[in-house]
């Protein structure tokens, strides 16, 4: 779990490699996993000195175990929890079992060089101590939204969103030029473009910028006529068909939408899906 008194932070294990920049912050990782377990390989979570803890592993004991089992190590060892653990007083609900790097001293230089590459929106990666199977986590910068529109549907996105923890640039329709480009830095290939227009003329220039871009995800609100229309559109200013085939709509997982919740809802969850698949 985060510490109450920190932002709540989409990617968890950003906020632990953060945290593990600082003097006395230890770092846990993920090196192995057997049977099934809610989190990936590479997952972190970082043990702050007041035994408080950033990012998360599971429910809540884990976290606790490692804080304690931690303070035990003067310098980085792997350690199996759960199935084939020699810990007899701790087992996983899901009776699988882990390996866990569990590093007392990480090296702060290489934690401050990776996070800089991830807030300067470009994938880097951390040298691991060599006790394990695992010599390098990768990292992918954050998920970022760019979301054009109107109305309560934009709005709830950008409400879904933030109380997500996931970085959300929010475009009224009243900062806009029918007919232009927005003028905005190009996205890169870690943000979805998202257009949530009922009057759907103004989407042309907006999906043209999209597409001149690296976004993972081009995305407008719109039904079957809508989405005929927005490609004869497109073709007819000169788009190819091969950029034209990266536009979703409808967008979501679910297609028939009926409230702004539930399409904020649907798009964030097809979005983050995609997003996942990117690491």
Not at 32 to 56: C, H, M, T, W, Y
Not at 127 to 148: F, K, S, T, W
Not at 171 to 194: H, M, N, Q
Not at 223 to 243: F, H, V
Request: glycine share 10%.
């Amino acid at each position: 779990m985060l510490r109450t008194d920190s932002p709540q932070v989409f990617d968890q294990d950003h906020a632990a490699l953060a945290a593990a920049c600082e003097p006395g912050v230890a770092l846990c990782t993920i090196v192995g996993i057997e049977g099934s377990f809610s989190r990936r390989i590479g997952a972190q979570l970082a043990v702050l000195p007041d035994g408080g803890v950033v990012g998360d592993l599971a429910d809540g004991c884990l976290e606790s175990q490692l804080a304690a089992d931690i303070r035990d190590f003067d310098g980085p060892v792997v350690r199996r929890y759960g199935r084939g653990s020699d810990v007899i007083d701790f087992r996983l609900p899901c009776g699988g079992g882990l390996d866990i790097l569990l590093d007392p001293a990480p090296d702060r230089s290489a934690c401050r060089e990776a996070l800089a590459l991830l807030q300067a929106r470009r994938p880097a990666e951390l040298q691991l101590p060599d006790v394990g199977q695992m010599r390098r986590r990768a990292y992918i910068p954050a998920l970022r939204l760019r979301a054009y529109g109107e109305g309560p549907e934009l709005a709830t996105l950008a409400r879904l969103a933030r109380a997500s923890g996931i970085e959300i640039e929010a475009i009224d329709k009243s900062r806009l030029t029918l007919g232009k480009a927005p003028g905005l830095v190009p996205t890169d290939r870690w943000t979805a473009v998202i257009l949530l227009f009922h009057d759907h003329e103004w989407e042309a220039a907006l999906l043209e910028d999209a597409l001149a871009g690296q976004a993972f995800y081009i995305g407008a609100q719109g039904g079957e006529n809508a989405r005929a229309q927005r490609t004869m559109t497109l073709l007819s200013r000169g788009a190819r068909e091969e950029d034209i085939a990266r536009l979703r709509s409808p967008i979501g997982l679910l297609h028939a939408c009926r409230t702004p919740q539930a399409l904020a809802l649907s798009t964030l969850a097809e979005v983050v899906g995609l997003y996942d698949g990117l690491r």
